[in-house]
């Protein structure tokens, strides 16, 4: 089943969580690609780093704002997220707000391979359950395959059938 509200209905369409060992990659690259292959979603209405936080309160405060505001929260997983602190709080609170509300309304990237044994408590569990996941690749046939695949998962929010134990 699925979530009657549209990203409209929603203050952020998208919320893009990453360590912040890849803010050049993510703003330089993924993000150009972001407005070429998801017109539907303005740059206005994603947040993408510390310069979109909304001001006026603390970091984290900000933060728990656009997660529980976003129509989406995607997340960039790569060899550099496993040790970023900042980064796998991020994505406690977000898997946190998707047991509340019960919509899978998070999304994971894979930027490379990561072997299993390095991958974070979290990101298992989440895999483990089935939950949406892609694998960016460089290949340009795999990047259309990716971004018609991330473009219709982005445009819906099934319901969940159950919590994932955090």
């Not at 539907?40 to 933060?63: E, H, Q, W």
């Not at 728990?64 to 997983?77: A, M, T």
């Not at 602190?85 to 707000?97: D, G, I, K, S």
């Not at 974070?120 to 395959?145: A, D, G, I, T």
Request: contains cysteine; negative net charge.
């Amino acid at each position: 089943m699925e979530d009657a509200r549209e990203h409209q209905d929603y203050r952020y369409d998208l919320n893009i969580i990453f360590p912040d060992e890849d803010e050049g990659w993510v703003l330089e690259e993924f993000m150009l690609a972001v407005q070429e292959h998801l017109p539907d979603f303005p740059r206005n209405r994603i947040v993408c780093g510390d310069d979109d936080l909304p001001l006026g309160s603390t970091r984290f405060d900000a933060i728990d704002r656009v997660i529980e505001n976003s129509f989406k929260n995607l997340v960039i997983v790569s060899n550099a997220s496993v040790d970023d602190a900042n980064y796998l709080m991020m994505l406690q609170m977000a898997v946190a707000h998707m047991n509340d509300i019960q919509l899978e309304n998070v999304v994971m990237v894979f930027r490379e391979d990561i072997p299993d044994n390095q991958l974070p408590y979290l990101v298992r569990l989440f895999l483990s359950k089935n939950k949406p996941y892609f694998q960016w690749s460089e290949e340009r046939y795999q990047q259309m395959l990716f971004w018609e695949r991330l473009a219709k998962t982005l445009t819906r929010n099934k319901k969940m059938n159950g919590v994932l134990p955090l």
